[in-house]
Nanobody, 125 residues
């Protein structure tokens, strides 16, 4: 079992930055594809970014490409999401997810087995 705990969310003005962290425990995530998703009120959970187990491959939603960067530190069992140039439409609960099967092409929530509890990101315009 892998437990994931997100942190780093908060309130930020449009144009600002936040860095989310996802700390894993219970098992090393060094062989897992890691993803970030988000869910705004009244909307479905949507893919944000994913990174391969080695860190050599990444995938981003078009809406965040060029503004968000996913990274990982397998030695710390932690994944990060650096979010720059934040917009009001980035407001959502952000979730970290993990899967042992598949690569960065995985964009659907049901393709990830393990999930964190989420962290709120609110961008004021």
């Amino acid at each position: 079992q892998v437990q994931l705990v997100e942190s780093g969310g908060g309130l930020v003005q449009a144009g600002g930055s936040l860095r989310l962290s996802c700390a894993a425990s219970g098992h090393t995530i060094s062989t897992y594809t890691m993803g970030w998703f988000r869910q705004a009120p009244g909307k479905e959970r949507e893919f944000v970014a994913a990174m391969s187990w080695s860190g050599g491959g990444t995938n981003y939603a078009d809406s965040v490409k060029g503004r968000f960067t996913i990274s990982r530190d397998n030695a710390r069992n932690t994944v990060y999401l650096q979010m720059n140039s934040l917009k009001a439409e980035d407001t959502a609960v952000y979730y970290c997810a993990a899967t042992q099967y598949g690569g960065t092409w995985l964009r659907r929530p049901n393709e990830y087995r393990y999930w964190g509890q989420g962290t709120q990101v609110t961008v004021s315009s």
